[in-house]
């Protein structure tokens, strides 16, 4: 489909190409024959030309007009060929460029659209057998009705989860923050509260009084995200650090944990949607659906800022989060 648009493109840049370079060497041939002509009449006031008698210099003139314009055209005729070679190949170049973006969005929307697919199909067939093997046994019993929507209860709620990912994930496409200078611990205290209510699970490193530009409620949920990434893939009442950090124009912090890591071959696509690295990551119930870390990576996009982690096999692994201290508008006034 692509290569196809690409051809339509490259030929209707090319057309307008030839129209421009074809209008073009019509209006430098009319104006240089025009002045030929009027230069080789000039030369009619010289006497040795004047000598020639009249029919000769018409003769004379006519000559070198049609030799002029000759050679105008060929030199036209080989420039204007030379342009629509390199305009072909420059066309197609820039249709390529111009539909990469496009294809790229598409490519990505249907592998989107097929992930979607089979996880919400998954718990879909599991209830809808559970379902069907129920109905089928006439001597069912409460006991096993009750374990039947317990089971189904559990694939609700993941569909749920799943549903709620994917609007959020949707609704940041299309959203601008609105942000504004917060105090960094205010965000991270309920987190840490909310996942460590002993106090004894959570390390935390660094000032409390930085303060920071941002939107309140996503950089909660970017760091819920990541917080309950870190204690959902390392060991039970294992240390899970957060650092609170600053630069000179960037805030943010360090969440780190031990386990069993993340191999190098699957570090560049864990913040793509549905990606799991289930050799390194994943085990039992800890499998999630591969968008935590995807919606993650969005709020830090739209807060203009930085996501990066660094981890190996049976390694710590080390998320880091940098985003601007102060908006744009500061940092210009201050320019």
Do not use: C
Request: overall charge positive; aromatic content about 6%.
């Amino acid at each position: 489909m692509f290569e196809s648009a690409t051809v339509k493109l490259t030929a209707w840049y090319l057309a307008i190409l030839i129209m421009i370079s074809l209008l073009f060497s019509f209006i430098i041939y009319s104006i240089a024959s025009n002045e030929v002509g009027t230069r080789i009449d000039s030369l009619q006031s010289l006497r040795p030309l004047s000598e020639l008698g009249s029919s000769s210099f018409k003769t004379m003139r006519s000559n070198l007009i049609h030799e002029a314009e000759a050679n105008l055209l060929a030199s036209l005729i080989i420039t204007n060929l030379v342009i629509w070679v390199a305009g072909g190949v420059g066309s197609y170049y820039l249709a390529r460029r111009s539909l990469k973006p496009i294809e790229e969005i598409h490519e990505a929307q249907s592998r989107f659209t097929s992930d979607a697919s089979h996880e919400l199909r998954t718990p879909l067939a599991s209830m809808k057998t559970e379902l069907e093997v129920t109905l089928r046994d006439q001597h069912a019993t409460k006991k096993e009705m009750r374990e039947l929507l317990t089971s189904n209860l559990e694939e609700v709620n993941k569909l749920t989860e799943l549903s709620t990912m994917l609007l959020q994930l949707s609704r940041l496409e299309h959203e601008e923050l609105t942000r504004s200078q917060i105090e960094l611990w205010n965000v991270v205290r309920p987190v840490i509260e909310r996942f460590d209510k002993t106090g004894q699970r959570i390390l935390l490193e660094g000032t409390k009084t930085l303060k920071i530009y941002a939107h309140p409620a996503s950089l909660e949920e970017l760091l819920t995200i990541l917080i309950d990434n870190a204690i959902k893939y390392s060991p039970k009442k294992s240390i899970v650090t957060l650092k609170l950090k600053a630069t000179k124009n960037m805030i943010g912090f360090e969440i780190i944990n031990t386990g069993r890591g993340i191999d190098k071959k699957d570090l560049p696509f864990i913040f793509d949607r549905f990606y799991r690295a289930d050799t390194s990551r994943t085990s039992g119930t800890s499998k999630g659906y591969g968008l935590g870390l995807s919606l993650a990576k969005k709020i830090v996009e739209l807060h203009n800022g930085e996501l990066t982690v660094t981890s190996a096999s049976n390694a710590e692994t080390t998320f880091t989060v940098l985003l601007p201290k102060r908006s744009r508008r500061d940092f210009s006034n201050n320019a």
